[in-house]
């Protein structure tokens, strides 16, 4: 039997919950049994160890069970976790959402982050290159990039309509959503979110940026109906965040379940994707972009929306992450050499 841990947590728009519980829900369509765990647990509850064993009742020799990480539970509780499937005498894997060291490095250690992950037997992770960042950094067991991640919609797919609006969405913290200052003229960027749940933003917008505020799920996928989805994280000052050059964002899959083309910076692992696919146009900078869409015509962008749709139905059931799951429980099996 094959499990997936999921945070007991209704369903809801938030960014850190709504990718695990979209994962849980696209592996349990192919198999997958899904256990629930309180999403704050503290090692400072005496039930905590308790519930974990009330868990993984069902876990048994030769299963394979998949938590999703980070939790943002106490360590003890995520190490606990590990040690007591291996007890059970089955194999878990991570899927990692993100590795928090190289998220933010001056917050985590990275020796411990490395150590907690080297106690799995698998990893699924982002994409390729955060797959190279750990093996150069140690990590030596199987590890399987999971591609775009799966995005459950509220609304059918809708074709996108020519336009040369641009979508920003997502959490607008100075480190992200930075540049928004220093937008060139010429574009048109709508932009949704808040920095952190405050939507008094902690830097001035660009006269090219129309702020709309945070927007819940169904009403966002309503808005992204037309024009492009950017993929920008960057500073005030115009530095674009390292780790989003390697893992992969979320926001990719909210654009590309839209059916939306998509805007990425060259050098990062989503720009790098969207140009061999041709899912979008991959830029060095935002300099650049208003010269490089006028010269997009009408039948240039249905190309592209056409691209996008080949994919965004596997992007709504979440075909790629189920053949990374399924491909790490032939790894760690022992069946499928990496």
């Not at 349990?28 to 503290?42: C, N």
């Not at 106490?74 to 894997?93: D, M, T, W």
């Not at 990425?264 to 041709?278: D, H, P």
């Not at 830029?283 to 240039?300: A, F, V, Y």
Request: glycine share 8%.
């Amino acid at each position: 039997m094959n499990y997936i841990i999921s945070p007991l947590q209704p369903q809801t728009d938030q960014a850190t919950i709504k990718p695990k519980l979209d994962i849980a829900y696209f592996f349990g369509k192919i198999g997958f049994r899904e256990l629930f765990l309180s999403r704050y647990v503290s090692w400072n509850d005496e039930n905590w160890r308790s519930e974990i064993l009330g868990m993984i009742a069902t876990v048994g020799e030769g299963d394979v069970v998949i938590y999703q990480i980070p939790t943002y539970a106490a360590p003890e509780v995520e190490e606990a976790i590990v040690e007591l499937v291996h007890k059970q005498k089955a194999k878990i894997v991570a899927f990692v959402h993100d590795v928090e060291y190289l998220r933010f490095p001056d917050q985590y250690d990275k020796a411990e982050v490395l150590r907690f992950l080297s106690s799995f037997d698998g990893l699924i992770v982002g994409t390729e290159r955060v797959k190279s960042q750990l093996t150069a950094d140690g990590i030596t067991i199987p590890m399987v990039p999971s591609g775009p991640w799966g995005y459950r919609q509220p609304i059918e797919y809708r074709r996108p309509t020519f336009s040369q609006n641009i979508h920003y969405a997502g959490n607008l913290v100075t480190r992200k959503g930075g540049f928004l200052q220093n937008v060139p003229e010429g574009l048109h960027l709508k932009v949704y979110g808040s920095a952190d749940g405050d939507v008094n933003l902690p830097y001035s917008l660009a006269d090219s940026v129309e702020y709309l505020g945070s927007y819940r799920q169904e009403e966002l996928a309503l808005a992204l109906n037309n024009g492009y989805g950017l993929l920008w994280d960057a500073d005030t000052d115009n530095h674009f965040d390292d780790y989003a050059r390697i893992n992969m964002t979320h926001k990719f899959s909210l654009y590309l379940s839209m059916g939306l083309p998509v805007i990425a910076f060259n050098q990062s692992a989503i720009g790098k994707y969207v140009n061999e696919q041709g899912w979008g146009l991959g830029i060095d900078s935002l300099d650049n972009l208003p010269n490089l869409l006028e010269g997009i015509t009408e039948d240039d962008y249905n190309h592209l929306v056409d691209k996008v749709a080949d994919v965004s139905s596997l992007i709504r059931n979440g075909v790629h992450n189920q053949m990374a799951a399924l491909q790490i429980v032939l790894a760690v099996k022992g069946t499928m050499p990496f």
